[in-house]
């Protein structure tokens, strides 16, 4: 089992050859891909990827650079999407400071409306965060204090302080190509520690290739190539740790069926 837990296949440099960019996934021994959305637009043909493709699921959400986009999605809109049995998760949702393509009122605003839904759901939280470390984290304990709920913090770049607290409310931490590069080597520091069962790996395709792929464009067989990377700096045995964080993914996104 390995899963690719954030991809986004309907995206530019992967739509165009899905067929074969899914045939290849297979053959790297990918089981599943978790397809993410990040707007309204998108929905329909991520969900519907999905109802074609039984190893693949959905997730409908706003990515924090689509807030100002976006106003009318809230919560409410956001748990009748999430009726779909093929929809598992909800997101990516969060705070993007480092490009500020958004207001930041309006993505916090957004950001808590996907909570609620997740919170609603029972479905986890996929979140997005670059450079709002103090904000995310006073967000997600805030809104757990009203109410618990899952979550992974995806495509985790943080710092260990930011791991361990998303740890303490419980939430999972995905690791994608970007542990891979020469300088990442906080972020492997991190790696080596993080709980074992409260792990998984991705690809965020198609950016973020891993290693040996860096510069190419990213696609859900990389996860292999993650899997390797992290399971040696681990001094895990790789097909352990791609049973673990394939059980990990699961456990999450328990709505999805293996």
């Known amino acids: 089992m390995l899963v690719d837990s954030h991809c986004h296949l309907n995206y530019k440099g992967l739509i165009e050859q899905q067929a074969d960019v899914l045939a290849r996934s297979r053959d790297a021994g990918v089981t599943a891909m978790l397809n993410i959305s990040t707007r ?15 190893d693949i699921w959905a997730t409908v959400g706003i990515h924090p650079h689509e807030a100002d986009a976006h106003p009318e999605i809230d919560t409410a809109k956001l748990v009748k999407r999430a009726q779909h ?18 207001d930041r009122e309006n993505q916090r605003t957004s950001f808590r409306a996907h909570i609620a839904a997740a919170r609603e759901t029972g479905l986890p939280l996929v979140v997005h965060m670059r450079d709002a470390e103090e904000d995310t984290a ?10 618990a709920y899952s979550a992974v913090i995806h495509c985790f770049t ?3 302080e930011f791991a361990r607290n998303a740890l303490d409310m419980g939430f999972f931490i995905s690791l994608s190509g ?7 080597r906080d972020l492997q520091e991190t790696a080596k520690w993080l709980p074992a069962d409260k792990l998984l790996v991705e690809t965020d395709s198609p950016f973020l290739a891993p290693v040996p792929h860096r510069g190419k464009t990213g696609e859900p067989a990389y996860v ?6 992290v399971a040696e700096l681990r001094e895990t045995d790789l097909e352990e740790f791609k049973q673990q964080t394939s059980e990990n993914f699961y456990q999450l996104f328990s709505k999805a069926i293996p």
């Open 40 to 54: 309204e637009s998108e929905w329909d043909e991520v969900v519907g990827l999905a109802e074609r493709e039984s």
């Open 85 to 102: 049995p093929r929809v598992v998760g909800i997101g990516e949702s969060g705070l993007d400071y480092y490009y500020d393509h958004s």
């Open 138 to 147: 006073n967000i997600l304990r805030e809104e757990m204090e009203q109410g």
């Open 158 to 160: 943080s710092s260990a």
């Open 178 to 184: 970007i542990v891979t590069f020469k300088n990442a």
């Open 224 to 229: 292999a190539d993650t899997a390797a990377f």
